[in-house]
């Protein structure tokens, strides 16, 4: 089974950036979809990115813009790059290895990886 781990996080000020890594420990040219989620104190975790094996992306209205989801096959990783960061980004961040249904939804998977964190603030 394949296992992910996210690495990137940090303490950035509102207007910053970060680039998050998702590495697995397998090939992931196999893996259907991958995503990026995140879960902020006291809230549910949410779907921020996902990303299809054949590269079609979508996100959440509120990361639109300013996020940016890719895949390395070759390289087993997935990246989020995220620009103009704002206080209500910060969260904890997860990837996923999911699949994409037949209306587009992204469906998560049961592999995780262990979070990495995010603190936007002045």
């Known amino acids: 089974q394949v296992q992910l781990v996210e690495s990137g996080g940090g303490l950035v000020q509102p207007g910053g950036s970060l680039r998050l890594s998702c590495v697995a420990s397998?090939?992931?040219?196999?893996?259907?979809?991958m995503g990026w989620y995140r879960q902020a104190p006291g809230k549910q975790r949410e779907m921020v990115a996902h990303?299809?094996?054949?590269?079609?992306?979508d996100y959440a209205d509120s990361v639109k813009g300013r996020f940016t989801i890719s895949r390395d096959n070759a390289k087993n990783t997935v990246a989020l790059q995220m620009i103009s960061l704002k206080p209500e980004d910060t969260a904890v961040y997860y990837c996923?290895?999911?699949?994409?249904?037949?209306?587009?939804?992204?469906?998560?998977?049961?592999?995780w990886g262990q979070g990495t964190q995010v603190t936007v603030s002045s």
């Open positions: 996923n290895a999911g699949r994409v249904d037949l209306i587009g939804r992204y469906v998560p998977g049961s592999v």
């Open positions: 397998g090939s992931i040219i196999s893996l259907d979809a």
């Open positions: 990303i299809s094996s054949g590269g079609s992306r």
